[in-house]
């Protein structure tokens, strides 16, 4: 079981990414992807989630609401994160993750991890 993701970069005040997380060694469709974020000297912190798709939901944390939309793309087995509006305070490295057994709702723990990828916003 692995995780990529991808998609990170240097981008302005205002800009956008989007994020890509392929799974390889399962079908992901059925499991709930986490995307978490780290800054410099921070904790880890959960910034979305989107169920299996079976159940369709999506979670956010509040300071990204309304800019980032997290969606999967079950033919490619990736989950992405559009991120919209970036701010400085968005700059992170950041992981998707998967809970070891499959099932609906977004998990409170996650056991396999991808690489991460750095998301810098300047100002």
């Known amino acids: 079981v692995q995780l990529q993701a991808s998609g990170g970069g240097l981008v302005q005040l205002g800009g956008s990414l989007r994020l890509s997380c392929v799974a390889s060694?399962?079908?992901?469709?059925?499991?709930?992807i986490g995307w978490f974020r780290q800054a410099p000297g921070k904790e880890r912190e959960g910034v979305s989630c989107i169920s299996s798709t079976n159940d369709g939901s999506t979670y956010y944390v509040d300071s990204v609401k309304g800019r980032f939309t997290v969606s999967r793309d079950n033919a490619k087995n990736t989950v992405y994160l559009q991120m919209n509006s970036l701010k400085p305070e968005d700059t992170a490295v950041y992981y998707c993750?998967?809970?070891?057994?499959?099932?609906?709702?977004?998990?409170?723990?996650?056991?396999?991890w991808g690489q991460g990828t750095l998301v810098t916003v300047s100002s």
């Open positions: 060694g399962f079908t992901l469709d059925y499991y709930a």
């Open positions: 993750a998967a809970p070891r057994r499959p099932g609906s709702s977004c998990p409170s723990g996650y056991d396999y």
